[in-house]
Antibody, heavy 124, light 111 residues
Framework: QITLKESGPTVVKPTQTLTLTCTCS??????????VTWIRQPPGKALEWLAL???????RYSPSLKSRLTITKDTSKNQVVLTMTSMDPLDTGTYYC????????????????WGQGTTVTVSS | QSALTQPASVSGSPGQSITISCTGT?????????VSWYQQAPGKAPKLIVY???KRPSGVSNRFSGSKSGNTASLTISGLQAEDEADYYC???????????FGGGTKLTVL
């Protein structure tokens, strides 16, 4: 059974850097085709895609946030880490990590398993 | 790149069918058969209900069906049930640079 769980601070101050960890189980980050993606959702608003990392360390970022985001993976711990710099109150929301597969095409089978999400509040 | 466009809300009575549209551009929805749909109940994580425009994951009811025409994808829910009341999001691959776009979400109310 594939599961993902997000962890990190619940509150960060403006201008600080946010570091979130996604701990994955039921699959290996080194298995061909595997990808882990981060998506966020401000309170009462829509989902917003942030970043994705594949088994081969290929990475993709949202163009609007690319300068602030870094996604990495630790295969030995089966974890994916997302860092976001220069945090602002507008970055407040729930952050999800999720599993996907690169079949013949990117995200061919959708984002099929989601973590429960972790809530981050940006406030001084 | 702008988000995909969805109606803010739709409603229907139990047993009826509803359709939610998702409008993109020639760079995303129209260019790739990589549209997926997600159902999000209040306070819960999204759940995949359709991928590759028309396919359903194992365990998802066949009351959910997806389609696409040009730059507009659609999700149809037939035989509406109270448990279908949720927010629904479309998502499309948008090429190597933009990569992935979500719609603004549609709130479904079962009357």
């Amino acid at each position: 059974q594939i599961t993902l769980k997000e962890s990190g601070p619940t509150v960060v101050k403006p201008t600080q850097t946010l570091t979130l960890t996604c701990t994955c189980s039921g699959f290996s980050l080194s298995t061909g085709g595997v990808g882990v993606t981060w998506i966020r959702q401000p309170p009462g608003k829509a989902l917003e895609w942030l970043a994705l990392i594949y088994w081969n360390d290929d990475k993709r970022y949202s163009p609007s946030l690319k300068s602030r985001l870094t996604i990495t993976k630790d295969t030995s711990k089966n974890q994916v880490v997302l860092t976001m710099t220069s945090m602002d109150p507008l970055d407040t929301g729930t952050y999800y990590c999720a599993h996907t597969i690169f079949g013949e095409f990117p995200l061919q089978y959708g984002i099929d398993v989601w973590g429960q999400g972790t809530t981050v509040t940006v406030s001084s | 790149q702008s988000a995909l466009t969805q109606p803010a809300s739709v409603s229907g009575s139990p047993g009826q069918s509803i359709t939610i549209s998702c409008t993109g551009t020639s760079s995303d929805v129209d260019n790739y058969n990589l549209v997926s749909w997600y159902q999000q109940a209040p306070g819960k994580a999204p759940k995949l209900i359709v991928y590759e425009v028309t396919k359903r994951p194992s365990g998802v009811s066949n009351r959910f069906s997806g389609s696409k025409s040009g730059n507009t994808a659609s999700l149809t829910i037939s035989g509406l049930q109270a448990e279908d009341e949720a927010d629904y999001y479309c998502c499309s691959y948008a090429g190597r640079d933009t990569f992935l776009l979500f719609g603004g979400g549609t709130k479904l109310t079962v009357l």
